[in-house]
């Protein structure tokens, strides 16, 4: 009699000793009482092909994907999805028939869901969004705005030129606001978006003046560690409702553990409180 597979997954990066991952899946696992294991691998630029083509024949079912291999990862998929090429990034690697390596990106569902779960009253056809930063995560939450129907995208940037490029990227609804100027503009959007890296543990945090934000406006924040940043904070004191950036880190995972291991994952506060720990 053949014992069925233990299903194998990893997270690739490099370093990759922070990563919260291994911490999420392992305990989503556990919880669930489902065998299969989830592990870090370090892995450098130089030897992510041949680690990905090795994978597959040692059990591995999948894999996520992080600094610095995002980007590079697309280039040794042999199947990439819409989203993926659109952003130009993947970090949720499937392995299919052969050993043929399926390439996604889950950060623009992981972005909405967080949003959904948390601010059930945001309607993302009512009016403008408006986004600080245009990095790669940036390039995610965009596309899920428009592929929810947000009417237009107002993005700013330190490098004006960043930003320029995600109008020829994602078309008309894109609207370039100076940097210098952000500011003068927040009154008039549905949703504020920190999606620079400021803020950010280690980090100068994001100063932008929340004079004209109006108390309507929900607020939320890529970066979780701080899990309050200087910003969220300074927003929930003006009376706004804000989101930090830590649901959208274990959102997007949802999707990667359901497809790999085949049971869809509960995000709730006792996952939270276990990431927190650590
Ligand atoms: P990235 O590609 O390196 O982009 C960094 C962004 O921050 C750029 O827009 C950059 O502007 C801006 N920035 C950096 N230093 C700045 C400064 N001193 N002044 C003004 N702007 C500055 O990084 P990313 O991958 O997009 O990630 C951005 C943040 O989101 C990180 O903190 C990351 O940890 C977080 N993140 C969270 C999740 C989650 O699940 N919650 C997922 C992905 C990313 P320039 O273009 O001018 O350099």
Redesign the pocket.
């Known amino acids: 009699m053949t014992m069925p597979k233990i299903p194998l997954v990893a997270v690739l990066g490099s370093p990759i000793a922070h990563s919260k991952s291994p911490l999420l899946h392992g305990f989503w696992l556990d919880r669930l009482g489902m065998k299969g294991y989830y592990i870090p691998v370090d892995v450098t630029p130089a030897d992510l092909e041949e680690v990905l083509r090795n994978m597959p024949k040692m059990g591995f079912v999948g894999a996520n994907i992080t600094?610095p291999h995002k980007e590079r990862v697309l280039s040794l998929a042999d199947r990439i999805s819409d989203r993926a090429s659109k952003i130009g990034a993947a970090n949720t690697l499937s392995f299919e028939e052969g050993g043929k390596i399926y390439a996604d990106n889950t950060?623009g569902i992981?972005?909405m869901e967080n949003i959904r779960q948390n601010a059930s009253n945001w309607i993302p056809q009512k009016g403008p969004a408006m986004l600080?930063?245009?990095?790669?995560?940036?390039?995610?939450v965009v596309m899920s705005l428009l592929e929810n129907d947000v009417p237009e995208i107002w993005i700013t940037?330190?490098?004006k030129l960043?930003a320029e490029q995600f109008v020829t990227d994602f078309g008309a609804r894109l609207k370039v606001i100076d940097?210098a100027h952000a500011d003068q503009v927040l009154g008039d959007v549905t949703i504020l978006i920190n999606?620079?890296?400021?803020?950010?543990s280690g980090?100068?945090p994001?100063n932008i003046i929340l004079d004209k934000l109006n108390r309507k406006t929900l607020v939320t924040d890529?970066?979780?560690?701080p899990l309050e940043t200087p910003f969220l904070r300074a927003a929930r004191d003006k009376g706004c409702d804000t989101i930090d950036?830590?649901?959208?880190?274990i959102h997007?995972a949802v999707a990667g553990f359901e497809r790999w291991f085949g049971v869809k994952p509960e995000v709730d506060q006792e996952i939270r409180d276990v990431l927190l720990k650590k």
Not at 195 to 200: A, F, I, N, P, R
Not at 222 to 225: E, R, T
Not at 245 to 249: A, R, V
Request: hydrophobic residues 40%.
């Open positions: 600094l950060d992981g972005f600080l930063g245009a990095g790669g995560a940036s390039r995610a940037n330190r490098t960043r940097w999606c620079t890296s400021l803020g950010m980090n100068p994001l890529l970066v979780y560690n950036g830590l649901g959208m880190l997007q």
